[in-house]
């Protein structure tokens, strides 16, 4: 009966701690258009304040090449010039969520 009362601080406690656990991200400079890490492809571990995040250009609506790892204070966002598009996407809530 009594473990019934602790199981849902349990719970809550755990996913609390969850949150605030470092993650690993994939970490690589220039990914090509094949999905391939040209510069050998690492991994990082978020530290305060940090997120995984990903990096894609497109030319046109064609994937050119991307760049993934650890960011400080991660925005996503997506900027647009006449040829090509930069899209940034951030992301903390399970490691290695920024697979390209």
């Not at 050998?40 to 305060?48: D, E, F, Y």
């Not at 960011?71 to 399970?94: A, D, E, G, I």
């Amino acid at each position: 009966e009594m473990g019934k009362h602790l199981l849902l601080p349990l719970v809550i406690l755990s996913l609390l701690l969850g949150f605030l656990q470092a993650l690993y991200c994939f970490h690589c400079n220039r990914v090509n258009a094949s999905g391939y890490c040209e510069c050998g492809g690492t991994i990082c571990k978020t530290k305060k304040y940090q997120q995984c995040y990903l990096g894609k250009v497109y030319e046109g609506s064609t994937f050119s090449f991307g760049y993934q790892g650890c960011r400080n204070l991660c925005f996503p966002f997506m900027r647009r010039s006449h040829k090509s598009t930069l899209q940034v996407t951030c992301c903390n809530k399970t490691s290695f969520c920024n697979k390209f």
